[in-house]
């Protein structure tokens, strides 16, 4: 055995691989981050030639590639629930059953053929399976309750799980079409955003709004006794369309659609109807979250639980488990969608295939997922020749680290919008001090400054806070379950109301902010800079948002980072150890 598994996730969004050498991952990025196409599906190759790189290996080092799911059990979804709703399903069969013949059920030959290595190399894991290892064996619990919610694996939706020793048993699951993760798409698609794509803005836009649609909502997402939920399917078209997530019936109970790109405000007539139903259904879906973590808390007696999926992105629902769940501890790694589930697919494979065993952080034993910045990293040399080759006056490298961040802290302090390179790039959609867009966020002006001319996006949705991790609970009301979230910015937690007028430009419409802690060990310089920025301000805390434009992926090269710098009114760039004015154009 060589010690070394990669794990691959494509085919529908979020293509990612991930490398693990000894039961600890090395390696992992989404193909987005290379190939520049937002949530690109296509097999993960660059990705993957990226993290056997970093590693030193050859394909042929591998013990084995493990895809995220079983693309036979897929098509078999596929094909007999659109045979239960002909003839209304051809054009999805056309369009989803035919793909999955000609090309996903393929994927081991391409894989395979790709890496040059043998068939017999290449294995599956199933969808939801790859979902809790991540998450499971990225925790440091040594066991735990898992649950994973997302749209739709090869059948399941909704999967319980009970992690221990012993490896991941399953504990009971729902099935497609029922499905919290495509309903809460839906409603996205309804508000005029981009399905897998737009889901932060409902959230973000129902802050705005009243749950005065609820009762609505329930009509649509039935919530059982047990924990469990189903969807009426006379309602929404997922069933038998593959182009449409909600039908006639769903447009009458609700009202006219938003159209996508139409311009609109939370603060007029027809905003706030948009924003009650996106309170509503971010309401329903926290009950919905909250039902099915007190099932399987009932079902396993365990103090912690572990989340995966799609919906674990959900980090307002995230804090309402937190406070009002009965779990102590809550974990989710910090790319819980399906580009996690290349982590949990080698994770699945070195622990359950290969029988490693694994002892967990909590027992002393290693952390599986030991930081964030698992992407690439350029080194100053590499950024100086290129600054020389791209622009006519290159600028000096600043000395050492103290310099950099001391430096920065006075860009900052000074009221000045920097884009903030260094190290290798961060696994997951989060933006947490490696790519990331900073600012002061205690000037008033700073929210409506940064999204208006630096991402050019909406002018309601909200900028997240990074804080030194002993000085957050000046700022902010921190459930106990959720610390093991805030590292990877995955709860909402309520800014306190005497801070609110201190940060405002990270203080969200309903007095909340999707706090990030930060530590110097979990990332040193990144810490320093808020320890400097405290010491210029009174307050170590940063506006941090992801290094990227509207609709474009977080940047991941020396070369993005310029391009999104000359497109944007960033004022300063940090390119690791350099500091690149608009005079240095």
């Not at 691959?8 to 490398?19: E, K, M, N, T």
């Not at 290595?117 to 440091?140: M, T």
């Not at 805390?541 to 977080?554: A, D, H, Q, R, Y």
Request: hydrophobic share 45%; glycine share 10%; with cysteine.
């Amino acid at each position: 055995m060589k010690g070394a598994i990669l794990g691959i996730s494509a085919g529908y969004h979020d293509s990612a691989a991930a490398l693990v050498q000894g039961g600890v991952v090395v390696a992992a990025a989404s193909e987005e981050r290379f190939s520049r196409l937002k949530h690109d599906a296509g097999l993960p190759l660059r990705a993957a030639q990226f993290c056997l790189k970093h590693a030193g290996i050859q394909a042929d080092d591998l013990d084995a590639v493990v895809f995220y799911e079983k693309p036979l059990r897929k098509l078999e979804r596929m094909v007999v629930s659109q045979v239960l709703t002909f003839p209304r399903s051809l054009q999805a069969f056309r369009a989803g059953a035919l793909a999955q013949l000609t090309e996903k059920l393929w994927v081991g030959s391409a894989l395979a053929k790709a890496l040059a290595l043998p068939a017999d190399r290449i294995l599956y894991c199933e969808h939801h399976l790859s979902h809790a290892a991540s998450a499971f064996y990225c925790s440091p619990f040594a066991e735990a309750a898992l649950l994973t919610v997302d749209g739709v694996g090869e059948w399941a939706t909704t999967s319980f799980y009970r992690g221990s020793a012993r490896g991941i048993e399953g504990l009971g699951e729902l099935q497609f079409p029922h499905s919290l993760g495509l309903l809460y798409s839906a409603f996205t698609a309804w508000l005029g955003f981009r399905v897998n794509n737009g889901e932060y803005k409902v959230m973000g836009l129902a802050a705005y709004g009243e749950p005065t649609r609820v009762e609505d909502v329930r009509k649509v997402l039935q919530l059982h006794e047990d924990g469990t939920f189903s969807i009426n399917l006379d309602l929404v078209a997922w069933p038998h369309s593959a182009s449409e997530s909600y039908g006639p019936g769903f447009e009458a109970l609700f009202g006219p659609a938003r159209y996508p790109g139409s311009p609109f405000h939370p603060r007029t007539d027809e905003g706030r109807r948009f924003a009650d139903v996106a309170a509503s259904i971010q309401q329903v879906t926290e009950d919905a979250m909250l039902g099915l973590a007190r099932r399987l808390h009932r079902d396993t007696g365990l103090p912690d639980l572990c989340l995966a999926g799609g919906v674990a992105l959900n980090s307002v629902a995230n804090a309402r488990l937190a406070r009002e769940g009965p779990f102590s501890r809550i974990y989710v790694q910090p790319a819980a969608g399906d580009a996690g589930g290349a982590i949990g697919a080698a994770l699945w494979g070195w622990h359950e295939v290969m029988g490693q065993p694994r002892v967990a952080p909590d027992q002393g034993g290693p952390a599986a997922l030991p930081r964030p910045d698992l992407g690439q990293a350029w080194g100053d040399d590499e950024i100086g020749l290129l600054l020389t080759d791209l622009r006519r006056r290159r600028p000096a490298a600043l000395p050492d680290t103290d310099t950099l961040v001391q430096a920065a802290a006075d860009d900052l302090a000074a009221g000045k919008v920097i884009g903030w390179f260094q190290g290798r790039f961060e696994w997951g959609p989060r933006a947490l001090g490696h790519r990331s867009i900073l600012a002061d966020p205690c000037q008033p002006d700073m929210q409506e400054r940064v999204n208006a001319t630096v991402k050019f996006r909406e002018a309601f949705r909200p900028f997240a806070p990074s804080c030194l991790q002993d000085a957050a609970p000046r700022y902010f009301e921190i459930p106990e379950a959720a610390r093991l979230l805030l590292p990877w910015m995955l709860a909402v937690v309520p800014v306190k109301p005497e801070a609110r007028a201190l940060l405002p430009s990270v203080t969200h419409v309903d007095g909340t902010a999707r706090l990030q802690t930060v530590t110097p060990d979990g990332n040193p310089r990144y810490a320093a800079l808020l320890a400097a920025v405290g010491a210029r301000t009174g307050h170590p805390v940063l506006l941090n948002t992801s290094f990227n434009l509207k609709g474009e992926p977080i940047v991941s090269s020396p070369v993005h980072a310029l391009a999104t710098f000359d497109r944007s009114a960033l004022e300063v760039l940090y390119l690791g150890n350099h500091r690149v004015e608009r005079a240095d154009a």
